[in-house]
């Protein structure tokens, strides 16, 4: 809760979600939570996908920032706990702000400890100039595209 106001108005169905909309963390049976109103309705997207018993697909869409990086930790976390592979992509990340860049750095340390295996997929821009910026991207385990990210 922010300022005194929840972060989700509602749950949906993916198939009856529009933009705006996170997928709840933990959550694979690909539900959607709509953002409080008073935040703006684009600010992120989250959807996870099931490629196979052991692989999630994390796709982030829009802004990561303070306000939208707790939601992605916990995404995930809920996915590193139960998956071996989690591929993070970040193609379409409009913004990525320090917040965003410590939840990747976290999510790699916890996959570490947990042995298994993150894979990042970011072929935005934006994103990747903040990465190479802070010098994150050498320490982060990427890859070219999403057909490489697949491979088990």
């Known amino acids: 809760m922010i300022s005194g106001l929840p972060l989700i108005d509602e749950i949906a169905p993916l198939s009856d979600a529009g933009p705006g909309c996170v997928v709840p963390a933990g959550d694979l049976s690909l539900y959607r939570a709509r953002m ?68 990747l750095f976290e999510a790699n340390e916890l ?12 072929n935005s821009w934006t994103a990747n100039r903040a990465l190479e910026a802070t010098g994150l991207r050498k320490h982060l385990p990427f890859v070219d595209n999403m057909s490489d990210a697949l491979i088990t």
Do not use: M, W
């Open 36 to 103: 409080n109103s008073a935040f703006p309705a684009d600010l992120v997207d989250l959807r996870v996908t099931e490629h196979s018993s052991d692989v999630r697909v994390v796709t982030v869409t829009g802004e990561v920032d303070t306000v939208t990086a707790p939601e992605l930790a916990a995404c995930l976390i809920a996915q590193l706990a139960t998956a071996q592979v989690v591929v993070v992509n970040l193609d379409d990340v409009r913004f990525l702000a320090s917040a965003g860049l410590t939840v």
């Open 111 to 122: 996959a570490k400890q947990k042995g298994r295996d993150l894979r990042l997929v970011c």
